[in-house]
């Protein structure tokens, strides 16, 4: 098992392998577009997305300029992620339309389930692989490396595990993909630190 | 990878639907071929009168009434050295948990009367994974009981009806105004539904008079839309290629099909797409969803547990709403409940997200 | 009329999120379901809405909207013969 790459996305910074690859304007209206279009990617679906979406979209963005995707088949990467709030910010514009705005939106309410970003990531990324999405207390790496060998035991060749959160308080993206090869992984605490990388 | 893989039991633990509070009420009903769907006055957004699922003895804080509703059963079927044990995990399974709470945490209630009115050990695990949660759940536990990481696995399959869900599938135009019809030539969409479905996976047999085992499972995404089928059925393909490879088993073993058949024109056209890619048209196969509705997480667990009746009792459900095939492949739907040899089951599900997931299961 | 084609253009990029387009690249009989806009089956439920919602106009079975939905143009033509 070994730790490809890391990458971590917040509201102000984005940091790759633990080094800060970029900072973001704090006076940025719409953070996540300016992201976008910094990072020169042509994919107007990205508009369309929810918040939960469009951060995952980043971060699989900003891996592919890391590494070359390519390599696998389109069977070959397992999506495992996880957050604590699901899908709350589609769910809350979902509550406010039926219950003040007095109607439904379709696309809205697509989005008011937390695994529409791993589809997202599937159809970016032409992705048939196997795809999973937990509700979990908090970032717990242990949990993560327990469900890529469950996947690795069936002869996934990499995983692409990711913490993505969009709640009132908080937005992140914290992406890692494990390579079914030999190496140590890093130890559980630096592990943590590389994807978790505290807001300064 | 590993062809030498543990046995891993299954055994009921509950079941609680609008047709019923325990396995064995559900089971007469299915038998009777009852349906647990109803019209409810100003159940829509714009107050159309939707059939639904419904449990009706709730009248409030649904999902924490639902899920303590199951454990009067499971506690008469499963040992509470099993419930309470250390060695023990619990999955569930759920779409929108406890949004009747919104916007408080929705997720949290369940795990916490898990842990104080339950007495589970562990920290739950909840899979949220749409339509295919519960399929995913069990392949899940199964893994886990495989890895030796825990000796038994409780999966809860649970979702209810709310205000939330309905309007939202009011908005896509996929509810239909009579009971669905899966597979049908007059289907016109959904009946939202709501229940929880309990099972118990082993690495011991739990039951000593009828026995099922678990065999392989799989996921794969249609990578195509996030809301709209694949018009190739490509994932579900895949995720049964790879279940049957990962199961070693031969298509033509399998004796019956426990489709997802949701009863929205491009749901099930896409499964007929994929059935008729892998020649599986001749097997016979049911949708539940005329009986229970679409309990969207809840979904995959209720029909697992229908399956293990197939399996004990050598009977295969009428597809309940079915009468003509109204997709471009042809299927071979049960039309009349019937007893026939089942030994070997396929069960899939398919959902938003592109998500496909599927398992087999093997009388022991 | 014109205006009204005007007007349609930027709730069509609001309400679908096209933020990526200006009313300019929206041509009044270009097929809006076409290659060039992108749009999917739940872009066509959105045009529902955003008649209601703007217009007061109710649709109730989407296969209507196929027609409707076909064009700037189109769209234009429902919302003037319908207009109360």
Known sequence: MKVVVTCSIFPNKIVVNGKQLLSIPSNEADWKKWVYSSLNIEYPKFHKMDSLAKLAFLGISVLEQEIDFSTYKD?????????????????????????????????????????????????????????????????????????????????????????????????????????????????????????????? | MDTNLKNVYLSYGALVTPLGNTVEENFAALQEGKSGIKKYTNSGFTNENWPLAKIEQISENRFDTLLRASFIELNQKVPRTIINSSNTLVIISTTKANIDVFPNDTFESGIEILKNELGVVNEPIIVSNACISGVVAINLAADYIRSEKFKDVIVIGIDVISDFVVYGFQSLYAISEQAAKPFDKERTGITLGEGVAIVLLSSEKRNSEFSVKYLNGSSSNDANHISGPSRTGEGLVRSIQKTLVRSHINKDQIDFISAHGTGTIYNDEMESIAFDRLTLNSKPINSLKGYFGHTLGAAGVIETIVCLLSMEHNLIFKSLGYSSIGTSKILNLITDTSQTQVNIVLKTASGFGGGNASLILIKD | MSELKEQLKAQIIEQLNLENLTPADIKNDMPLFGEELGLDSIDALEFIVLLEQNYGLKITNPSEGKDIFFSVDSLAAFIEKNKA
Do not use: R
């Open chain 1, 75 to 200: 069977e070959e990467v397992g999506l495992i992620f996880a957050n604590k709030s699901s899908s709350y910010s589609s769910d809350n514009k979902h509550f406010i339309n039926y219950t003040q705005k007095k109607m439904v939106s379709p696309s809205d309410f697509v989005y008011t389930l937390p695994n529409i970003l791993t589809g997202e990531i599937a159809i970016f990324k032409k992705w048939y692989g196997e795809n999973v999405f937990f509700i979990h207390k908090q970032f717990d790496i242990e949990f993560f490396i327990e469900q890529v060998e469950f996947l690795f035991n069936k002869g996934i060749k990499a995983c692409l595990c990711g913490w993505i959160e969009s709640n009132d308080k908080s937005e992140q993206a914290s992406l890692f993909l494990i390579e079914n090869v030999d190496g140590v992984l890093l130890k559980e605490e630096i592990l943590k630190e590389l994807i978790i990388n505290k807001i300064d």
